[in-house]
């Protein structure tokens, strides 16, 4: 609540969890059916595109670079 999305980019993982990544840097993952958002990754560079690899593992195209994310807990 309160937050401005800016949607860049947006991704499905394979147990229908949504990654959202967003101008601002950010990257949200989504339980849409709970209405869950929990803050995955901050300060990139405007991302504009994510690609899910596997459930932990993401890549993100961000204005300089591709940068692959990894959660590692």
């Given at each position: 609540?309160?937050?401005?999305?800016?949607?860049?980019?947006?991704?499905?993982?394979?147990?229908?969890?949504?990654?959202?990544?967003?101008?601002?840097?950010?990257?949200?993952?989504?339980?849409?059916?709970?209405?869950?958002?929990?803050?995955?990754?901050?300060?990139?560079?405007?991302?504009?595109?994510?690609?899910?690899?596997?459930?932990?593992?993401?890549l993100?195209?961000?204005?300089?670079?591709?940068?692959?994310?990894?959660?590692?807990?």
């Amino acid at each position: 609540q309160g937050v401005s999305l800016e949607v860049g980019g947006l991704a499905v993982r394979g147990d229908g969890r949504v990654f959202v990544c967003t101008r601002r840097g950010e990257v949200w993952l989504a339980d849409l059916a709970t209405r869950e958002w929990k803050l995955f990754a901050s300060g990139l560079h405007e991302p504009l595109g994510i690609l899910v690899e596997n459930d932990h593992q993401i890549l993100v195209a961000q204005r300089p670079e591709l940068t692959r994310l990894k959660d590692t807990n």
